[in-house]
């Protein structure tokens, strides 16, 4: 029998990598399943079963029934727990039918008999920010002077700090829409006056605060198993992109460059794959002018495409494929 390979994400998830990835598996051979996590439990079905000596994970969706076994994949990638449920429910009826189908998925996936890329509990774990701004000093890699707080006056103390300024950003992604129902993106802001005097609004929401970094070069590594590609972009050339890239990615879109990591930053990066466990992670990494290497970040489940759909073109989608399909030295061996 073929290779069963499970793509569990969201009806939303309609970046285009789903399908090609799912294209790209089906022509070496496996045999592909879209699993809708906001589909479940009304659209698709899963099941785990203990019986007697017998114990199996299935999954039903677009027609196809996967019975999962150790030669098999999962991909997660994205997830809306139980999302089409009818706002019209109940409120408490929703909150629990929605509570238990989260609980059941994560569940299934963590006892899963096959080999998942990568497993939910480890994505959230290591999407937290202190936790990766403390594990990479740990392991030896540069990071900026930050505070993360809910304390007003220790924000504002800590801004006068910083002689080249400070920046300001989120913990997490969270959808803002504006008057015409369209998602605002929160990018990394310049902390300036008129902020100063919004440092009370700390009492409903801490905030990141970070020295800023001067840039030469701003770094997307993505990890993918043992592999590590390293993509530059100088953002400062681009006006609206020099505090966050991302305010201005479709404009940078093209001008990314192979980048060649010194040894010990990717002898770090190896390190910290290995600490948190996991196969893929996008890390980004400022260069600053003396050619320090400073870590921002690792987003467990951040986007890569755009590298390998425009400069510097790299085989990410492969790289991906490889994984799943446990292709020779291509994932990332943990001891256990």
């Known amino acids: 029998m073929s290779k069963q390979v499970a793509l569990i994400t969201r009806t939303d998830d309609i970046s285009g990598s789903v399908e090609l990835i799912r294209t790209k598996l089906e022509a070496r051979g496996a045999a592909v399943m879209r699993f809708d996590t906001d589909r479940f439990p009304l659209e698709v079905q899963a099941s785990f079963t203990q019986d007697g000596d017998d114990e199996r994970l299935v999954l039903r969706a677009e027609g196809k029934e996967f019975r999962l076994g150790p030669d098999d994949a ?21 909150h629990g039918c929605v509570t238990e189908s989260e609980a059941f998925l994560r ?3 963590a006892a899963a008999p096959c080999f998942v890329f990568d497993p939910p509990e480890l994505v959230r774990k290591n999407g937290h920010k202190p936790y990766q701004l403390s594990l990479a000093r740990r392991l030896g890699m540069a990071t ?23 920046i300001t950003k989120m913990l997490s992604g969270f959808p803002i829409y504006d008057d015409k129902g369209e998602d605002q993106v929160v990018f990394t802001t310049r902390v300036d006056a008129q ?3 919004k440092l009370e609004g700390l009492r409903f929401s801490p905030m990141v605060f970070q020295e800023q970094v001067e840039k030469a070069l701003e770094l997307r590594i993505t990890a993918v198993g043992g592999r590590l590609y390293a993509a530059a972009v100088d953002s400062k050339a681009c006006e609206g992109a020099e505090i966050d890239w991302r305010a201005r990615g479709v404009s940078l879109l093209r001008e990314w460059k192979p980048y060649t990591l010194p040894a010990e930053v990717e002898q770090q990066l190896h390190r910290y794959m290995e600490a948190i466990g ?10 600053e002018p003396s050619g320090r290497h400073v870590f921002l970040e690792a987003n467990p489940a951040g986007e890569c495409y755009w590298l390998e759909f425009n400069s510097p073109h790299y085989p990410l989608t492969d790289a991906l494929i490889d994984i799943m399909l446990d292709a020779p030295g291509a994932r990332r061996v943990f001891p256990r």
Not at 144 to 151: E, H
Not at 281 to 287: L, Q, R, T
């Open 278 to 287: 996991m196969q893929y992670s996008a890390i980004d990494i400022i260069v």
């Open 107 to 109: 569940g299934v996936l």
């Open 144 to 166: 900026p002077r930050t505070l993360i707080t809910n304390d007003p006056a220790e924000a504002h103390a800590f801004v006068r700090s910083c002689p080249n300024g400070a």
């Open 74 to 94: 999962i991909w997660y990638r994205r997830a809306n727990w139980a999302g089409k449920l009818p706002q019209s429910m109940d409120r408490q009826l929703r």
């Open 195 to 197: 902020h100063l005097d």
